[in-house]
């Protein structure tokens, strides 16, 4: 079993910065992928960032250049530095981790960016 708690939500404004983090535990060892997916309101999921157990990182075309996601294995955490955010940003944010058999998510954070 893994366990993931959110932290870092909040407000911003245009072009300012916020930095997310996910931390987990329980069965650590077994997760393959870990990520930032959002959910605005009358839009659909939508992976934001996403870190593999060998770095192998994908990330939106709308967040290049401007998010960068990083992973800590010795506080298994797993971190979303937002930079230059625009209100379009604004959404719940979840974060996910994937093992080979199952899925997990976070309760969600929410990020609101103002003009």
């Known amino acids: 079993q893994v366990q993931l708690v959110e932290s870092g939500g909040g407000s911003a404004q245009a072009g300012g910065s916020l930095r997310l983090s996910c931390a987990a535990s329980?069965?650590?060892?077994?997760?393959?992928?870990m990520g930032w997916y959002r959910q605005a309101p009358g839009k659909q999921r939508e992976l934001v960032a996403s870190i593999s157990s060998g770095d192998w990182i994908e990330s939106a075309d709308s967040v290049k250049g401007r998010f960068t996601i990083a992973r800590d294995g010795a506080r298994n955490t797993v971190d979303l530095q937002m930079n230059s955010l625009q209100p379009e940003d604004t959404a719940v944010y979840y974060c996910?981790?994937?093992?080979?058999?199952?899925?997990?998510w976070g309760k969600g954070t929410l990020v609101t960016v103002s003009s």
């Open positions: 996910n981790a994937n093992t080979y058999d199952m899925m997990y």
């Open positions: 329980g069965s650590t060892s077994s997760i393959v992928v």
